[in-house]
């Protein structure tokens, strides 16, 4: 499937998923290229096996059958912290945040994991804790510029509303410098200026890097997107632009045929 000058040219390379839940099969055999600097997008009815490939994708769930890469690395066999420092980010409808702490504390506490300092060092303020502290603080101040929360630094996490809490998410993930980024239903919950801000922001954040993304919200999936991939019971049906995808007749047929999804 993936050929030898595949590893430069996809940031997120899957072949022959396969996941069964017992005796509901999720995926039957789904095969996924995502080139660098895409934004690249899941969608597909509900049950189609949008959220169980995602989480196969970032490495959360193992497939019973077929290989992921992403960045040219076996994700799978990874634990979370050591995928994200690898460039890996990835952002939850309930994105772990510290809610009584701060905008910044927040900001600082997901940089711990990539700072040099020890625990003595910090104590006894070294040169190398002092370091560590002025290369967070220079990338805190861009990141809250970038999600436009420069002006929040100070305010309890759980203070802000939703759709700002969404941005600290994202922030959260900037400061580790992914070069891959995950979002699971970013815009869900959202009310029109949230989401469009949202989309704002993901269009700047874009810029030298990879976005996958699933999302119900077709109107922010066409304002993105690059590409789509559509799912449909468990298999890929169209790969292409969300405009063409959404006039595939299969695509058509397998949203009339849902209930509770339609495209825009
Ligand atoms: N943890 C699980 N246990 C059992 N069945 C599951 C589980 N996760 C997903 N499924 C089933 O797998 C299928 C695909 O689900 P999912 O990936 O959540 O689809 P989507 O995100 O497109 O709505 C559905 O039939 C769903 O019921
Ligand atoms: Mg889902």
């Known amino acids: 499937m993936s050929g030898a000058m595949s590893g430069a040219q996809y940031a997120v390379e899957a072949a022959g998923i396969e996941k069964r839940y017992g005796g509901v099969v999720a995926l039957r055999g789904v095969d996924v290229r995502i080139r660098e600097g895409a934004i690249y997008g899941l969608i597909g009815p509900n049950g189609a096996g949008k959220s169980t490939m995602f989480d196969i994708l970032c490495g959360i769930t193992k497939p019973d059958t077929g290989t992921v890469r992403v960045l040219d690395m076996d994700v799978a066999g990874l634990p979370a912290h050591q995928v994200a420092r690898r460039g890996v980010g990835r952002t939850f409808q309930r994105t772990a945040m510290f809610g009584e702490s701060t905008v910044y504390e927040?900001?600082?506490?997901?940089?711990?994991?990539?700072?040099?300092?020890?625990v003595a060092a910090r104590l006894l303020r070294l040169p190398v804790w002092r370091?560590?502290?002025?290369?967070?603080?220079?990338?805190?101040?861009?990141?809250?510029?970038?999600?436009g929360l420069d002006g929040l630094r100070d305010q309890p996490a759980s203070s802000l509303a939703y759709g700002t809490q969404r941005r600290l998410a994202v922030a959260i993930m900037l400061m580790n410098e992914p070069r891959v980024i995950f979002l699971d239903e970013p815009v869900a919950g959202m009310n029109e200026n949230e989401t469009a801000s949202f989309i704002e922001l993901m269009r700047t954040v874009a810029k030298g890097r990879t976005i996958v993304i699933v999302e119900h919200d077709m109107a922010a999936i066409g304002a993105l997107c690059d590409e789509v991939l559509v799912m449909v019971d468990g298999r890929p049906i169209v790969n292409d632009t969300p405009a063409r995808a959404l006039k595939?007749?299969?695509?058509?047929?397998?949203?009339?045929g849902a209930d509770d999804d339609e495209p825009a």
């Open 106 to 118: 927040n900001l600082l506490f997901a940089s711990y994991g990539s700072m040099r300092h020890s």
């Open 131 to 147: 370091q560590d502290m002025a290369a967070f603080a220079a990338k805190a101040d861009e990141v809250l510029v970038t999600c």
């Open 248 to 256: 595939h007749p299969e695509v058509i047929a397998a949203y009339l």
